[in-house]
């Protein structure tokens, strides 16, 4: 069964489709590559998916689950969290206050519990920072936890974006250009991270311009035109279908 199925999306802005009659499925376990030119209405899908705004018709299940109407912390909550393509940090705390923020379910947050059983929360505030710092070490952050966020670069944020993510310990993560306004060198290290949690079991839906990375990357490849499916495969025959040379890849 797949972790995520939806069909049928349909999303208007003044009486233009941004989004029509689109589908996308997601494998457990796999990396999915989402492209298309500017204006194909990637990112609105993702905006549905998330159900950051509701669509006009169709159905997203998620993990078995119908989740349309479900508000988008819900959502999260269940276990499919997404990133931006301006990465979204809290500039003026710290990374590991960042890291901090994104943990579920803290004792912290029930008023009689602080009173009490201050003693849990201690504990649980000790075990949080551990796992924060587990998370910086991976995505190279580990020297900067105690740094403003806003002295991050573009390419940092992006990675204190991905690894506050998995702080909600999800089930799938939606990257939005992950590698859009980022050297060289961070892609490179953005890649190997996503490489490595999806070896650790992580699932990822990832749309991105930058075809070495989305044909690096992904198993399954979908193709979204003017709001509507072109095409799905895998990137060896997205890379040779007609339609999508033709359109998007300008051969």
Known sequence: MDLLAA???????GGIKAVDNAEITVAPGSITGLIGPNGAGKTTLFNLLSNFIRPDKGRVIFDGEPIQELQSHKIAQQGMVRTFQVARTLSR????????????????????????????????????????????????????????AGALSGGQRKLLEMARALMTKPKLILL?????????????????????????????????????????????????????NLAVGTPSEIQNNPEVLTAYLGQ
Not at 96 to 121: C, D, K, R, T
Not at 183 to 208: A, K, V, Y
């Open 7 to 13: 069909s049928g999306l349909v999303k208007s802005f």
């Open 93 to 148: 705390l710290s990374v590991m206050e960042n890291m901090l923020l994104a943990a579920q379910s803290q004792i912290g947050e029930n008023f009689w519990q602080v009173q009490l059983q201050p003693y849990l929360i201690k504990k649980q505030e000790r075990q949080l920072q551990q796992q924060a710092m587990l998370l910086l070490e991976s995505v190279g952050l580990a020297h900067m936890a105690y740094e403003y």
């Open 176 to 228: 939005d250009e992950p590698a859009a306004g980022v050297n060289p060198t961070l892609i490179n290290q953005i890649c190997d991270r996503i490489q490595t949690w999806n070896r650790e079991g992580m699932t990822f839906l990832i749309i991105e311009h930058n075809m070495d990375v989305i044909m690096s990357l992904c198993d399954r490849v979908w193709v979204l035109a003017e709001g509507r």
